[in-house]
């Protein structure tokens, strides 16, 4: 079936160094892909996504690009503050399934310190 | 806009009692409700699909009789834990997806902690 493996945490680092969380996929046909973020204390909230290859979804200075030929979505951002300390989550849907709900990847947990 | 509300958001509760958590859609519709179960550490696992006006999906493994779903309304799906046991303590978030959008969109209420002494 339908998976999504992301590296393991935690992750720790200093304020304004780069970050990269892998995401790897497996999935049947061309699912969609999702990056969601749990801050402490709250419920996830979408981060961004993209929807078919080599789309490149970002926001709040992440970006992941949907990587069909190594299966990968792979979350990345320039310049990590202290406030980006939470838990995020790849998450993939299946296209041709439309209203069924999401598969979750472990979640990886990153700390920054100031 | 799009929120998601979930009530209570901790509960404890002796075992063998009965607890129920509610999920709610605050400004929008939804014929589609998610319920997620989240260990310590853990992904998200889905429990189950509801849907309005008819019986919620079971995903394997998960039992029926035991996580009782009721999706009464477009805006309110309940997870009641029957005759709880302490393995059932665990983190239970519930998403929505609105009525009209495209597949993709889905919110997610902020999980209700479940403790079963």
């Known amino acids: 079936g339908d998976s999504v493996t992301q590296m393991e945490g935690p992750v720790t680092l200093s304020e304004e160094a780069f970050l990269t969380i892998n995401c790897t996929y497996t999935a049947t046909g061309y699912p969609s892909l999702f990056w969601y973020v749990q801050y402490p204390g709250e419920g996830l909230q979408l981060l961004l996504k993209a929807t078919k290859a080599d789309d490149k979804g970002s926001n709040k200075g992440f970006e992941a690009t949907y990587r069909k030929e190594t299966t990968s979505f792979h979350l990345e951002k320039g310049s990590v503050q202290v406030s980006d300390s939470a838990v995020y989550f790849c998450a993939l849907r299946s296209t041709n399934q439309a209203g069924t709900a999401l598969i979750f990847g472990k979640g990886t947990t990153l700390s920054v310190s100031s | 806009g799009a929120v998601v509300s979930q009530h209570p958001s901790w509960v404890i509760c002796k075992s063998g009692t009965s607890v129920k958590i509610e999920c709610r859609s605050l400004?929008?519709?939804?014929?589609?409700m998610f319920w997620y179960r989240q260990f310590p550490k853990q992904s998200l696992m889905l429990m189950a699909t509801s849907n309005e006006g008819s019986k919620a999906t079971y995903e394997q493994g998960v039992e029926k009789d035991k996580f009782l779903i009721n999706h009464a309304s477009l805006t309110l799906s309940t997870l009641t834990v029957t005759s709880a046991h302490p393995e059932d303590s665990s983190f239970y978030i519930c998403s929505a997806k609105p009525i009209g959008t495209i597949p993709n969109e889905q919110f997610f209420g902020p999980g209700t902690r479940l403790t079963v002494l």
């Open positions: 400004d929008f519709q939804a014929t589609t």
